[in-house]
C-alpha cells in the first residue's frame, strides 16, 4: 500500500493536490482505488445523420470555415460548424477562446462528444477534439470516466492515475491461489491496472470481477471478527425493564404498530437478557424507527446508564435532539440530552464533553464525532447508529471499543432481502419492522416533463396556503457549465418569483454545518414553507407538515435515491403528493421512473430496479451509499457475495487465526482494511 501524498505525482502541486483531496484522494493508494465511474469506449466516427440526440457521438470532417468566438455576458462561447452529404452538425465550446487556433478552416479534426437539440439545430456541446492518428489511438482503448470536481477534469484525473501506475510497485497477491483459480479471478495487479485501463468491456469485466470479490471479501471478514468478539458476549449492562417507558408509550399520540411493538419486544428482550445485543432494525422509510430508539435510550437512562444514538448527518442530528427535547418535555421526562456534532465550537463541544463524562448527560446524540477519542462516557451502555449503511465495519468495531462493549442497535431503511442481509450484517440479529403506521395516506406519485412545472408551481401554492409545506430537489448547488441540470441557487430565485408569498430557502451541502441546521429548523418549526435542496434532505429527516416532494432532473437519480427522498412526504395524516420531474427523454428512464410511480414499498423497487438494469449492467446508476464498496453492488453481485460469503466461512474454518504461511498476505491486507476503516473516522 503507497500512502505517499498524492502530490509525490509530478505535475501534481499544491492546488491540484487540494482539488485531489476534495474527491476524497489523498495517497497514491487512494487514487489507485478511485475507480472510474463509467467508460467511453470511442466508436468509429458516425455520419451526421447517424447520430442520436442526448447520445454520446463521434463525427469526422473538413471544417469549412473558421471558428468563431462571441462573448454572452461573462461566457465565451466558440462555434463551428461541420458539414457532410448527410447534414449540418454545430459545435460549441464555453471558455476556450484558443481553440480558434486549432479550429481553422480547412483541417480535419474528429469531434466526439454529446450531441444535443439546441435552438432546433443539431449540436454537439464542448466536444473533444482529435486528430485522424490521435482518434485511431483511443479508438482502441476504453477510455475512463472519473468523479471529477471543478478545477480538476477528466484528463488530468486520467493523466494521475496513470503515472500513479507506472510508478508504482507490484504487490504480492495476497489472495489465496486456490481461490483465484476456482473462480477464475484476475491477478491483483492486473486487475487494479485494468480496472482504470481496460482493453475491451470483457477485460473490463474481468478486473471488476476480482475487484468486486475483493470487496467482498475484505468486508466479511471484518464482519466476522465482529461476530466472533461478539457472540454470546455477556454482557455487564443487564437491564430491568422500566415501567416509565411503559407508561410513555401508553401517553403517546399513538399507538405502536403490531410490528413496532414486536420488534420493540425484542429490543427488550436484548436488554435484559444479560448478552450483549447486536441487533439490527430494518424498516421502510416512515415505519417508525425513531421511536423504538427512543424507548430503549430511555430504558439505559432510567437503568442509570447513558445511551448514545448517531446519525450520519449533522442536520439528522440535530434534528432527533430536537424532536426528543420535546418529546421529553411533554411528557415531563427528567432525563438529560446532549448533542455534539462537528460544527459546535470548541467550546461548546467541551461543555458537552464535560457533561457527558461526568453524567449530566442521559442521553447523548451526535453525528460520528461522538466516537472521536475525546469523548469519554460513564456508564456507556447502549449505542444505536441510525440509517446504518453510512457507517462501515470499523466504525461499528471502534464503537464498541468506547466502553465496556455497550449494546448495539443500528437502524437502516436500505431494502436489503434477508438472505443478503444474513451476510451482510453477518454480526448481528436482524428485526424487520415490515408495516407503516395505519394512519398514513399512500404517497401520491407522478412523473412529469418540464412542461408541467406551471402546474406544479400552482399546486404547491395552493398546498402552502392550507398550511402544508414543500421540499424542491436539484441535482446541483449552482450553475455549471459542463452539466445541464437545475441548480438549487437559481431555482430558489426562479420559484419566488412563480410562487411569491411563500418564505423559500436554500439548502446545500456547501453550506456551513451551523447555516444548514438553522435553515432546517426554521423549515421544521413551519417558519420556511418551500425548502430548495439537494439530496441533502436525503435520509431520515422528519417534518410530518411537508406534503409535497418536487424532484427536478429525477432521471439524473438512482431509484432508491428517489425513494429515500420521497420518504421525507407522507410522514404524517396529509395526503402528500411527489412529482418527479423527468428532464431528459431517453426511454429507460421513463421506464425506471415509472417503477415509482407504481409503488411506494421499498423492496419491490429494488427488485424490479434490479430486473430493469439486469445483473449484466454493471456500471448503471449505483444504489445511493450501499454500504462501503467502491464498486460491488450489493444487488448485481449478489452471486459473488454469497460465494464469497462461504469461502470466508470455510477459509476460517480451516486457519481460524490465519497462521497458515498462504494467508500471511491477506492477514496483513485485513490489518491493513481495517485501520484504514479506523482512519475514514477522523475526518
Ligand atoms: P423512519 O422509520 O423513517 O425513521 P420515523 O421514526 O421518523 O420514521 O417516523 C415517521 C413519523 O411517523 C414520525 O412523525 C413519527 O412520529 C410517526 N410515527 C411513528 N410511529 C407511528 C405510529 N405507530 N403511528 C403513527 N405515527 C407514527
Ligand atoms: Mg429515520
Redesign the pocket.
Known sequence: MNQESVRSLKGIGDKTGKLFEKLGVNTIDDLLHYYPRAYHAYEEPQSIKELEVDRMGAVAGILQKDASVRRFQNIQVITASLRDQTGTLQLVWYNMPFLRNTLQAGTYHVFCGKVVKKNNRLTMEQPEIYTRDGYLTVMKHMQPVYGQTRGLGNKAITRAVASALDSRQTERDYMPGKLRRKYELAEYNFAIQHIHFPTDRQDLLFARKRLVFDEFFLFLFGVRRLKENRENARSSWVMKLSPEVKRLKERLP????RA?EVVLNEIEWDLSSGLVMNRLIQ?D???????LAVLALLHTAYNGCQGALMAPTEVLAKQHYESMAQLFETYKIPKQLVLVTGSMTAKEKRTAYEKIKNHEADIIIGTHALIQEKVVYDKLALVITDEQHRFGVGQRERLGEKGQEPHVMVMS?TPIPRTLAIILYGDLDISIIDEL?A?RLPIKNCVVDTGYRKKAYDFIARQVKEGRQAYVICPMVEASEMIEAENVLDYAQILSKEIPGPEIACLHGKMKGKEKNQIMERFASGEIQILVSTTVVEV?V?V?NATVMMIENAERFGLAQLHQLR?RVG??KYQSYCIMVNCGDQEGTQKRLDILNRSNDGFYIASEDLKLRGPGDIFGIRQSGDMEFRLADIFTDADILKAVSEEVNELLEEDPELEQEEHQELKRKLDEYLERSYEKLNL
Open positions: 399513538y399507538k405502536l404498530t413496532q424498516g422509510v416512515g415505519s417508525g424507527k425513531t421511536i431503511a403506521p394512519n431520515g422528519n410530518p420518504g410522514r404524517g
